[in-house]
Nanobody, 126 residues
Framework: QVQLVESGGGLVQAGGSLRLSCAAS????????MGWFRQAPGQEREFVAA????????YYADSVKGRFAISKDTAKNTIYLQMNSLKPEDTADYYC???????????????????WGQGTQVTVSS
């Protein structure tokens, strides 16, 4: 039983910054990794960033490389998404997710993540 709770969304102007947080709760929490996905109205859910839980590897969608940074605090079972130089096209609902331990970490595949947060809305105005 794992629950993910997100926070930090809001309204910002283009060029601004936001930091999203996602805290996981449960008796034990040892995922292969955790990730951030986003979904704009009428669009499919897309991969944003991911981080391995027991290693330092991180992964980013091309659209956010150099602007977003994913990080973790394993002691708090929490991941973060620092979003800088925000653009209107970043507007979406952002979801965090946990990928169960497995032989392989499919970090960008939404259907491999078993646990999802409720989502937090990010709106970037021009």
């Amino acid at each position: 039983q794992v629950q993910l709770v997100e926070s930090g969304g809001g309204l910002v102007q283009a060029g601004g910054s936001l930091r999203l947080s996602c805290a996981a709760s449960g008796r034990t929490f040892s995922p292969a990794g955790m990730g951030w996905f986003r979904q704009a109205p009428g669009q499919e859910r897309e991969f944003v960033a991911a981080i391995m839980w027991s290693a330092r590897s991180t992964y980013y969608a091309d659209s956010v490389k150099g602007r977003f940074a994913i990080s973790k605090d394993t002691a708090k079972n929490t991941i973060y998404l620092q979003m800088n130089s925000l653009k209107p096209e970043d507007t979406a609902d952002y979801y965090c997710a946990a990928h169960p331990a497995a032989n392989a970490y499919f970090y960008s595949s939404a259907n491999k993540y078993a646990y999802w947060g409720q989502g937090t809305q990010v709106t970037v105005s021009s």
